[in-house]
């Protein structure tokens, strides 16, 4: 985790080290950071909370959210755990959609294919007017899928 | 109508708002520009949702409007009601409105003319309606020193009601014939259709756009004006405020601009009066 953190230089520049820390100031925010703010952003909005009232609940500014969104703070592991139990979201919910090199998804790729055809089965199942129609639309899905329906509730 | 806001339903954005699609995709257009493409994928996805089974707020605008057309009314009625009061024995007048006496008034051969005048900012919040609320939003950002069009929030936006009448601009380049569009208010009907002010068919009327976003360019200030104007056949009145947006190098690089309709606003004029 912490090379990931490091970024490659050349020896000359740094007295013979190979890596130099990462700043936000020189290199921008993390990736990571981005992604995870960006995710309590979404939840935020979902949720329907504005900046300062989700800044009142965890002792923040809204300024601190504001940099936590953008990624250019840092959120530690202690506010993360407050902010997803706020939220009412588990704490992998903040790390969703990144791959196991720690790459957000750039939406070009089979993620905005299957994100649209997601899109498509929700609009088409709430297209759906008649309750008994779409109940038996989402068993026979959730059937297909190999799955109980105790467990796609 | 409802103060528009955003509800969770399972893990998606939708709409509660009087508002359909149009509403959310603003809103997805407004993440974009702010830099959160995932949150802009997810309202344009609920957008494309309502698209999908037809744009309900659409239909509901075309219903009203077919229950009550808008009756069009003699141009010099209008006029009058324009004016101040007569000068009565030619005694002076006492102005009583905290706002500037300065009026602009420009106008041209086609019959188009359009009278503009500042007012006072410090009356916004006091009126705690959505212009005033926005104001306020805006002057807690200046004061917090974050006045970045990426630390925006949507949800405080839409919690001020005025999605709908929300332009954005860029006025990154110098020259005021580029300023451009990013967000058109779908609720506002003078100057749709333009992708920039310049496009305008009625030059003084682009002209006009383009020297006061320009002043604002400038300055950094906010700007309110209220206007009265006359384009075609249909007459206007509203307020605007115009708030500038900073770069991270600290240059105004995009103006949000906010429309309050007034009394007599978009009212068709009959031809040759």
């Not at chain 1, 013979?16 to 100031?25: A, E, P, Q, S, Y």
């Not at chain 1, 957000?104 to 649209?116: I, S, V, Y």
Request: glycine share 8%; proline share 5%; aromatic share 8%.
């Amino acid at each position: 985790m912490t090379l990931a953190k490091l970024t490659p230089a050349s020896a000359s520049e740094n007295g013979g080290l190979m890596f130099k820390r990462r700043t936000v100031i020189v290199d921008g925010p993390d990736p990571i950071d981005q992604h995870v703010g960006g995710q309590l952003r979404l939840r935020r909005a979902q949720a329907g909370m504005t900046q300062t009232e989700l800044g009142a609940k965890v002792g923040l500014s809204f300024q601190a959210v504001q940099k936590y969104e953008t990624g250019e703070n840092r959120i530690s592991a202690s506010r993360l755990y407050q902010l997803a139990r706020i939220l009412d979201v588990p704490l992998a919910y903040f790390f969703e959609g990144l791959d196991e090199t720690g790459h957000t998804e750039d939406g070009t790729g089979a993620a905005e294919l299957t994100r649209k055809e997601a899109s498509m089965v929700l609009g088409a199942y709430y297209g759906i007017k008649d309750p008994r129609l779409r109940s038996a639309c989402l068993l026979i899905m959730t059937r297909m899928a190999g799955r109980s329906e105790a467990e796609s509730e | 109508m409802p103060t528009p806001s955003v509800a969770p339903v399972g893990t998606e954005i939708a709409c509660v708002a009087d508002e359909g699609c149009s509403y959310l995709r603003a809103l997805s257009t407004i993440e974009h520009i702010a830099g959160f493409e995932h949150t802009a994928r997810c309202y344009a996805a609920a957008a494309s949702r309502c698209r999908e089974q037809g744009c309900w707020a659409a239909r509901k605008r075309d219903a009203r409007a077919a229950v009550e057309p808008p009756a069009p009314i003699p141009f010099k009625a209008v006029h009058r009601m324009s004016l101040p009061p007569a000068f009565a024995g030619h005694e002076a007048v006492t102005v009583q409105f905290n706002r500037s006496n300065l009026v602009d008034i420009v106008s041209d051969c086609s019959g188009n003319y359009i009278e503009r005048r500042c007012i006072d900012l410090g009356t916004l919040p006091a009126r705690g309606d959505s212009l005033g609320s926005l104001y306020q939003y805006w002057s807690d950002l200046r004061a917090a020193g974050a006045c970045r069009f990426s630390n925006i929030d949507t949800v405080q936006l839409a919690r001020s009601g005025i999605i709908g009448k929300l332009h954005i601009v860029d006025v990154r380049s110098s020259d005021p014939q580029d300023f451009r569009f990013e967000l058109f208010g779908y609720d506002v009907s003078i100057g749709r259709y333009y992708e920039s002010p310049r496009a305008h068919p009625v030059s003084i009327w682009a002209d006009g756009l383009m020297r006061d976003y320009n002043t604002v360019r400038l300055t950094a200030a906010p700007r309110l004006h209220r206007i009265r104007c006359r384009l075609g056949d249909t007459s206007h009145h509203y307020t605007r405020l115009i708030l500038p947006f900073l770069d991270k190098r600290g240059r105004v690089t995009r103006l949000l601009v906010a429309i309050r309709e007034e009394a007599g606003d978009n009212i068709k004029v009959q031809a040759g009066h």
